[in-house]
């Protein structure tokens, strides 16, 4: 049972970072569709590029570390609290997402639409 009790928070980890992943894919296809559906202020449709390194390891734990924060991974609680603190560490890792990309002056290069949609099927996913 010990095991069980350690091994929980770790696997409820993985699986968030994997939703979060799949929630950042959707939210660039989801970007991609409607630039290209409305088009853009010049003219030309581009795909959106996000780093590797932001894509797979920076916006995930950001989420993550805001579920920690929230005690996602170490309370037990009631289904409604638990959707209440999943709703409220997505908007905090939301709102750090978009501090943390213009601290490193990357804010010009990412969509809006990329980043709040992303927080909203985050939300979803997880």
Not at 14 to 30: K, P, R, T, W
Not at 57 to 72: N, R, T
């Amino acid at each position: 049972m010990r095991k069980s009790y350690r091994a929980l928070p770790v696997l409820l980890q993985i699986s968030d970072y994997i939703a979060l992943v799949m929630a950042e894919y959707c939210a660039i296809v989801l970007r991609d569709f409607f630039v290209t559906i409305f088009g853009t202020a010049t003219g030309g449709a581009k795909s959106l590029h996000i780093p590797g390194l932001e894509y797979w390891l920076v916006f995930p734990l950001v989420y993550i570390l805001f579920f920690q924060v929230e005690h996602l991974y170490s309370r037990r609680a009631q289904f409604w609290q638990i959707i209440q603190s999943i709703f409220h560490a997505c908007v905090y890792a939301t709102l750090a997402v978009v501090l943390l990309l213009y601290a490193t002056k990357t804010a010009a290069h990412t969509s809006r639409l990329f980043v709040i949609s992303s927080g909203v099927l985050a939300f979803v996913f997880v």
